[in-house]
């Protein structure tokens, strides 16, 4: 017990370290990017960058502070929620980030269902019928599957399934049934490479001392793959599902602009093209603390589940 709570201490410390080094690149992005935010709201309210509204924009934001300050300002205001007001969309960011992260979190969340629904069921399957026909399939597809762009699944599936056979709408429609179509295109490359990674661990873990001892007791494949080499190969298959919600969570721009949702991703990227500097940084803040701490819950829970394979992995 002593271990695991260093363990988790350690963890933790790490995770901070990662987050505060993230914070301050963001934050230096912003002072070298050259985009002055009250100017370019001065701009687009028909003043110049230089009149009095873009000073007292510069005076009511604390841009004319020092840049150290600024940064401890930008630091509080994201525990806070005092973000500043996006020069995009003219609304304050943590009113933009409350209304676009539900919808991102709903694609995500619904990506990563799919991922083990079918990730599981395929993978033990190809190890059940290892060497078979439907392994060898699966193989080829799952490899074709990691290669396919996820912007042009997109299209793929609203062309067939959207337009051809109107099973789906090509506008999402609102609540869960919307979802279906973009997070099984967000979720397929993953889907495709998870396969891969239990089949892997578990027929790694099939061949090991304890399944042959297994074996001789007439303990049957699949109830050795269910209660035994699927435990030991958990661990870097729960790892991978946590560095993919990230990915996701990341990569939802594609999918938001090519199913027309307005989520996070799609907000990150009109905030790029209007250089929205303070936006941009915030986003992607919010996402590294979301990728961060989904692997830190991924290293307690192998750590909780099967302390003797973490502590190799660590040696």
């Known amino acids: 017990m002593i271990d695991l709570k260093k ?13 505060v080094g993230v914070s301050v690149l963001c934050f230096a992005l912003i002072a070298v990017s050259g985009k002055d935010p009250a100017a370019a709201v001065a701009v687009s309210s028909g003043h110049s960058a230089d009149s009095e509204l873009a000073e007292s924009l510069r005076e009511q934001w604390g841009l004319n502070k020092p840049l150290y300050i600024r940064y401890f300002i930008w630091i509080r205001g994201i525990f806070t929620g005092e973000l500043g007001a996006s020069i995009t969309t003219h609304n304050p960011i943590s009113y933009d980030l409350s209304l676009y992260f539900p919808s991102t979190f ?14 599981f069921p395929v993978a033990l399957l190809c190890v059940k019928f290892h ?19 996820v912007f042009w699944l997109g299209y793929m599936l609203l062309l067939f399934l959207a337009v051809k056979i109107p099973l789906f ?34 027929l790694k873990e099939m ?6 001892y297994a074996r001789t007791r007439g303990i ?17 298959v729960i790892t991978l599902l946590s ?9 939802s721009a594609v999918v938001e602009s090519v199913f027309s949702i307005k989520g996070i991703g799609s907000y990150l990227v009109s905030s790029v093209i209007g250089g ?12 590294s603390a979301v990728f961060v701490l989904t692997n830190l819950a991924a290293d307690i829970i192998n750590r909780l589940l099967c302390p003797w394979v973490v502590r190799e992995i660590n040696d």
């Not at 060497?131 to 074709?144: E, M, P």
């Not at 560095?243 to 990569?251: E, N, R, T, V, W």
């Open 7 to 19: 363990y988790i201490t350690k963890r933790l410390i790490s995770a901070a370290l990662v987050l």
């Open 131 to 149: 060497g078979g026909a439907f392994d060898h399939i699966t193989r080829v597809l799952t490899i074709a599957g990691v290669c396919l762009p």
């Open 106 to 119: 709903a694609l995500v969340g619904m990506g990563l269902l799919w991922l083990v629904v079918i990730s």
């Open 169 to 202: 709408t090509v506008v999402p429609k609102a609540g869960i049934g919307g979802y279906i179509l973009p997070s099984f295109a967000l979720a397929f490359p993953s889907v495709c490479s998870t396969v891969r990674i239990i089949r892997a661990s578990v």
């Open 243 to 251: 560095q993919y919600l990230g990915y996701m969570l990341a990569g």
């Open 220 to 236: 049957s494949e699949a109830g050795i793959i269910l209660r035994h080499a699927l435990k030991n190969a958990l661990p870097p």
């Open 276 to 287: 929205d500097s303070a936006a941009c940084a915030s986003c992607i803040v919010i996402i």
């Open 207 to 212: 061949n090991s001392d304890y399944a042959v």
